[in-house]
C-alpha cells in the first residue's frame, strides 16, 4: 500500500493517479474526505486526518508499505513558516516506528537550512528529518511549480500586463505538478535503496518574459509584463492577503532566487510537460 500525504493537492493526485493506473493500491490522506471523491472512484482509499495530527498520520502510515511525503502549503494570511514547520514535525513525528520499506519527499531546489524563508527552509528541515530516521529516504527537488503563475495569468487576463516579482530576463527552471508527482510514484516504485537525491524539471526553462509571450499566444493578444522591483516585494505580498510575518518570509525566498541562490543541476530529470501545454490546460479547465 502506498500512502499519500497531502494526497488531494495537485502533486499529490498525479502521483495517486500514476499508481492506480498501474494497479498499485493506495491510500490518500485528506482531512476532507470529500476531496477526494474522484482519486476514491478511481480505487483509491481515503483516510481522514489533519496534517498536524502525529498520532493519526502515524496510525495511517503503519498500514502501509511506502509513503509519499508532502508539507501542505499554509494559509498565507497566518505564520506559514511557523505553521510549516509544525507540520513537518508532525510528520516527522508520525514516522517514528512505523515499519515503512521507503519514504519519498517532496522538496524544492534551493533549499537549504535557516528560518523565514519559506519552502526554502521549511523543506529543507523535512529532507533532514527524513533521512535521520532509518526508512530509506528519497528525496525529489521540484523546481519552481508552473501553476505560481496561474494567478498572476489570470489577472493579467483581466488587466494586460503580468505581474512578476523576478526580473524579465532570468531563466527559471520549471515544472508541471503532474511531472513532479509522477516522478514521485516512479520513485516510490523503484528499488527501496534507490534513494539517490533527484531534481525534477520540465523539458526547457523560462524566463517570465517567455510566461508573458506565452499568455498572448494563448489569448491572441499582447500582455505586457510588470516586473516589481525588490523594495516593493513585501508591500505587494501584503495587498495579496499575506501576513506580516508571510511576507516577510515570501520576500526573502524571492530574493534568494533572484540572487542566484538556486541551485542548477546539471542532470535534472525531465517531465515532459512544457509551460504553452500546461497553461491551456489550467487556465480553461
Known sequence: ?????????????????????????????????????????????????????????????????????????????????????????????????VPLEKVVVISTYGARPGTQCGDLTVLHALEQGALAQPIPAAINRGAFYMSNW????????????????????????????????????????????????WHVEGPRRYTPRDVAHTLSTIWGRAVRLDVVPPRDWEARYRQAGFSAASAHSFARMTGVVVDGGIEEPDDPVRGQTDLESYLRVSLFS
Open 1 to 97: 500500500m502506498h500512502i499519500i500525504l497531502g494526497g488531494t493537492g495537485q502533486v499529490g493526485a498525479a502521483a495517486a493517479r500514476y499508481l492506480l493506473a498501474r494497479g498499485e493500491p493506495v491510500t490518500i490522506v485528506t482531512r476532507d474526505a470529500s476531496r477526494g471523491d474522484s482519486l476514491r472512484a478511481a480505487g483509491a482509499e481515503i483516510a481522514v486526518a489533519d496534517i498536524g495530527d502525529a498520532r493519526s498520520l502515524h496510525r495511517i502510515l503503519a498500514c502501509g508499505n511506502r509513503a509519499l511525503l508532502l508539507n501542505p502549503p499554509a494559509n498565507p494570511a497566518g505564520d506559514v513558516d511557523a505553521d510549516e514547520s509544525a507540520s513537518v514535525a508532525a510528520i516527522l513525528a508520525a514516522l517514528e516506528g
Open 150 to 197: 496561474l494567478a498572476p495569468a489570470r489577472q493579467a487576463h483581466e488587466r494586460g500586463r503580468l505581474v512578476s516579482f523576478l526580473p524579465g530576463d532570468m531563466p527559471l527552471a520549471m515544472v508541471s505538478p503532474d511531472d513532479l508527482g509522477q516522478a514521485a510514484a516512479r520513485r516510490l516504485l523503484d528499488p527501496a535503496g534507490d534513494v539517490a537525491p
